[in-house]
Every structure is written in C-alpha cells, then in structure tokens.
C-alpha cells in the first residue's frame, strides 16, 4: 500500500510563495502520473496539476504560469512550487496518484493547508 504525506503549507501574504512536497512511500512501483489537488471550504477537491513520468505537466487554467509541478523520482518526491499567490488559492493541499483511466486511486493524505491573505 501506498502512503503519500504532504508538506510545506502556510499562511502568507497574496503575491508570496510557497513549494509543497508530497513523499510517497509504500508500494510505489509502477506509479506514473502524479497530481496536486486542492479543496477549498465550501468546495469540491479539484485538480492542481499532474506530471508524467516522462516529466508532461499539465496544469488547472487558474494556475498557469505561477505553479511548477516537478518530480524526484530517486527520492520518490514531488513538488509544487507555487507563486503569485492569490487569495483564491487557499485551500487544502493533497497529492494523489492516477490509475489507467485518469482518475486519483491512491489513499488521501491529511494534505497541507495554504491561507493566503489579501
């Protein structure tokens, strides 16, 4: 089984920035598509971006161009690097990883909670 722990989340200022980390550890071989969501109060789970294993980001039209999604597969590791932040952008930060049909199958950490302040 796969366990996936999230970190890096904090209060700060609109325009700040902040880099998640997500450690997957477990029984991680074959895992291929790798995923940041997020879940505002109020809100469903969306999500962020995703990063291939050949190293493909695709990313959430609201966060183009101020997150980076990146990937240490020896450390088995990925990041959000996240700046220009915006209020909008608070919410509770979780990574996954996808299955053959696209969808998150791994278990839900307890994620890491972003505020950001206007």
């Known amino acids: 089984q796969v366990q996936l722990v999230e970190s890096g989340g904090a209060l700060v200022q609109a325009g700040g920035s902040l880099r998640l980390s997500c450690v997957a550890s477990g029984s991680i071989f074959g895992i291929n598509v790798m995923g940041w969501y997020r879940q505002a109060p109020g809100k469903q789970r969306e999500l962020v971006a995703k990063?291939?294993?050949?190293?493909?980001?695709n990313y959430t039209d609201s966060v183009k161009g101020r997150f980076t999604i990146s990937r240490d597969n020896a450390k088995n590791t990925v990041y959000l690097q996240m700046n220009s932040l915006k209020p909008e952008d608070t919410a509770v930060y979780y990574c996954?990883?996808?299955?053959?049909?696209?969808?998150?199958?791994?278990?839900w950490g307890q994620g890491t909670q972003v505020t950001v302040s206007s």
């Open positions: 990063i291939f294993g050949g190293g493909l980001t």
């Open positions: 996954n990883y996808e299955g053959l049909y696209g969808f998150p199958i791994g278990p």
